[in-house]
């Protein structure tokens, strides 16, 4: 009895752990591509920019997404080695439009 009981809980534990691994990676992937296709609508709503540049918010987030696509960058970079280059990308599409 006591092996049917510590069988069953091991199926569960197991079960658990795979569905949730399963249901992160799937999340995750659904979340960065998400982010890339509404990151204007979310970038223009959100950012920061000089006041001189705000009203064109869109076309500088445009911009950056351009750039960060065409440079092979996701927005997860940010947090990493990439983020020197994301801060120079935004800079640089900011002074395009000031």
């Not at 992937?29 to 920019?49: G, I, K, L, P, W």
């Not at 440079?71 to 935004?90: N, P, Y």
């Amino acid at each position: 009895m006591l092996k049917a009981i510590v069988l069953v809980v091991t199926g569960i534990i197991a079960f658990v752990i795979a569905f949730s691994w399963v249901n992160k990676d799937e999340i995750m992937a659904e979340a960065a591509t998400r982010m890339a296709e509404d990151f204007v609508a979310q970038c223009s709503a959100r950012a920061q920019f000089p006041e001189e540049v705000a009203h064109r918010a869109e076309e500088i987030c445009g911009c950056m997404k351009y750039e960060f696509d065409e440079r092979g960058i996701s927005l997860g970079d940010a947090f990493g080695s990439k983020r020197e280059e994301m801060q120079e990308i935004t800079q640089a599409c900011v002074m395009v439009y000031r």
